[in-house]
């Protein structure tokens, strides 16, 4: 599992075109809304790399199914961001709680994140795949404070690179020893 | 409501894995069961029984030459790796052997009838060699060299491998899936045990056309797991040679074509080890199909033991390999067997327990090769499990 794949995927799984959807509308209460979400799903990724090993401890997964695991999740993201409408920024916490409800979760720590997360931790060691996904976050933060608008046929496009990195992951995971 | 259903959809997909790390010594134990196994159910003619259904309570015929030579391989394996007993045992195999010996105008081969199979002259070929040094003797070495005879003469020069010998004429036809590295396994032998006979040229030439050529002409799809190819490179790493497995400068082989074919074989173990370690029974006979013959469970430890032995020889060949994930399908594929086989309690359980107990069953039928292979896996793998 390359760091290259590992970035890209990461990014289609938190969508930066769904997430800046559901972000507020004025400048300063999305940047804040941003830092929090960013921190937010920093913290849970990076919970989710270091505790990677017991995770799949406890599932009895090896690290080679859970790239197929990782692979499909992303995949099934993809296909739902392909079609379906990015989220609205209602119903929302208030204040900076915003960053956490709608805009970290559930746009931006998706379920595919999270296995991602764990397969590349599990995989490549969690310090690397926080420093990978860490960064593909830190990118989508920017894209969303950069208010790109969320247009359905930009989220849409992202949702079809997802498909296709999902794929690959999920053979990258099939061809695993 | 996104995440379980996210989750329960990954779940469908990835379940967990039967796996564990049964000792050396749990491992030691189902290969001597096994052994056992064959000594419950030899009959006066040298033949073991070849089928069997439990729950009936009775064999369902047939014979097969090919496993029987396979058979006795297995028994002198155990008895180089110290189970007492198993060479006796196949010994009394042999009389089978002595009754079916055929001359034919290429040589000498085993089997029943017109036709014979060169995959039995191959595994007979490489059981008497492995009783050869198991019993440091050499009273069968007039016939190993007649039977490498053969083998040479069943390769044609591209290193293709002729499947079947029609006796009478000495021609040979068809392909093999598997004879290819059998005959390839057994001239390796040879060359170790007879270095001075050239049995290396021909096994360099069917060794060049097992990794470059056999998948694309033969089966292209789904690729072979050849476990038998495994032994052979195992055993080729062994010849003082062995340098040119890598780079190949006698065969004309791309540099890579070993590292290549060597990944492309651990992928295809991993994974079928992965797969077969998810099967459970219950819902998982939905998803993921009933338990694999415990002969194919069992070549997957033939196999990854085999490369295993030969990356510690030539880590270098595979460099980019995750050995420790090739450890943990290793360890894997033994805590499947010894857990899948029947233990005296279970045989108990049924009309005739010495045809169970120490055999592995999938839907109520053994097959003696699934011994065989189980016991040839075991052997293997028992000195990568934890002490």
């Given at each position: 599992m390359s760091s290259t794949l590992i970035a890209l995927a990461a990014v289609c799984a938190a969508n930066p075109f769904r997430v800046g959807a559901c972000a507020p509308e004025s400048a300063v209460a999305r940047r804040q809304a941003v830092v929090v979400a960013t921190a937010f799903t920093l913290f849970a990724v990076a919970l989710s790399a270091l505790l990677s090993d017991p995770i799949l401890d406890l599932l009895n997964v090896s690290g080679s199914s859970s790239r197929i695991a990782a692979g499909v999740a992303v995949l099934i993201v993809g296909i739902r961001d392909l079609f379906a409408q990015p989220p609205s920024p209602e119903p929302a916490l208030a204040g900076l709680l915003a960053g956490i409800v709608p805009m970290a979760f559930p746009s931006l720590f998706t379920p595919a994140l999270a296995i991602l997360a764990v397969s590349a931790g599990a995989e490549r060691g969690a310090v690397t795949a926080i420093g990978i996904i860490g960064a593909a976050i830190l990118s989508v933060g920017l894209i969303v404070v950069a208010n790109v608008r969320g247009t359905h046929w930009r989220a849409a496009a992202v949702g079809s690179a997802g498909v296709v990195f999902g794929t690959l992951l999920a053979l990258n995971g099939v061809t695993a020893v | 409501m996104a995440w379980i259903l996210m989750l329960a959809v990954v779940g469908l997909v990835v379940h967990p894995e039967n796996c564990g790390q049964p000792t050396t010594a749990e491992v030691n134990e189902a290969a001597g069961e096994a052994v056992s196994w064959f000594g419950a159910n030899i009959a006066g003619d040298g033949t073991f029984v070849y089928r069997y259904d439990r729950a009936v309570g009775e064999t369902l015929g047939g014979y097969n030459d090919v496993r029987h030579a396979g058979v006795l391989l297995s028994l002198y394996q155990a008895e180089s790796?110290?189970?007492?007993?198993?060479?006796?045992?196949?010994?009394?195999?042999?009389?089978?052997?002595?009754?079916?010996?055929?001359?034919?105008?290429?040589?000498?081969?085993?089997?029943?009838?017109?036709?014979?199979?060169?995959?039995?002259?191959?595994?007979?070929?490489?059981?008497?060699?492995?009783?050869?040094?198991?019993?440091?003797?050499?009273?069968?070495?007039?016939?190993?060299?007649?039977?490498?005879?053969?083998?040479?003469?069943?390769?044609?020069?591209?290193?293709?491998?002729?499947?079947?010998?029609?006796?009478?004429?000495?021609?040979?036809?068809?392909?093999?899936?598997?004879?290819?590295?059998?005959?390839?396994?057994?001239?390796?032998?040879?060359?170790?045990?007879?270095?001075?006979?050239?049995?290396?040229?021909?096994?360099?030439?069917?060794?060049?056309?097992?990794?470059?050529?056999?998948?694309?002409?033969?089966?292209?799809?789904?690729?072979?797991?050849?476990?038998?190819?495994?032994?052979?490179?195992?055993?080729?790493?062994?010849?003082?040679?062995?340098?040119?497995?890598?780079?190949?400068?006698?065969?004309?082989?791309?540099?890579?074509?070993?590292?290549?074919?060597?990944?492309?074989?651990?992928?295809?173990?991993?994974?079928?080890?992965?797969?077969?370690?998810?099967?459970h029974g219950g819902l998982t006979r939905f998803t993921r199909g009933t338990v694999a013959l415990p002969a194919g469970v069992g070549t997957l430890g033939e196999g990854i033991g085999n490369h295993l032995q030969f990356l510690n020889r030539f880590p270098e060949v595979a460099a980019d390999i995750d050995i420790d994930a090739l450890n943990d399908r290793a360890r894997c594929v033994a805590h499947l067997l010894v857990q899948r086989q029947t233990s005296a309690s279970q045989a108990r359980e049924h009309r005739a327990p010495l045809r169970s107990q120490g055999a592995w069953f999938r839907e109520d039928v053994t097959q003696m090769d699934d011994q065989q292979h189980a016991l040839s896996a075991l052997l293997l793998l028992k000195d990568w499990m934890p002490k």
């Open positions: - | 790796a110290g189970i007492e007993g198993a060479a006796a045992i196949a010994d009394r195999g042999l009389a089978y052997v002595d009754e079916h010996l055929q001359p034919t105008p290429i040589g000498i081969a085993f089997g029943r009838g017109s036709i014979a199979r060169s995959g039995s002259v191959g595994l007979l070929a490489a059981a008497l060699d492995e009783r050869r040094s198991a019993l440091d003797t050499d009273d069968r070495d007039a016939l190993l060299l007649e039977l490498g005879r053969t083998l040479t003469a069943v390769v044609e020069p591209d290193g293709s491998v002729g499947a079947s010998i029609d006796t009478k004429t000495g021609s040979t036809s068809g392909r093999s899936p598997f004879f290819t590295g059998e005959v390839l396994w057994a001239l390796a032998r040879l060359h170790l045990t007879f270095p001075d006979r050239d049995f290396d040229e021909t096994a360099l030439r069917v060794y060049r056309y097992l990794i470059e050529d056999r998948d694309r002409v033969e089966s292209p799809w789904p690729p072979v797991s050849d476990h038998w190819g495994a032994y052979a490179l195992e055993t080729m790493s062994r010849w003082p040679n062995a340098d040119n497995l890598r780079l190949g400068p006698d065969l004309e082989l791309d540099g890579t074509a070993t590292s290549d074919w060597l990944r492309r074989q651990l992928n295809l173990f991993g994974l079928q080890v992965r797969y077969e370690s998810q099967r």
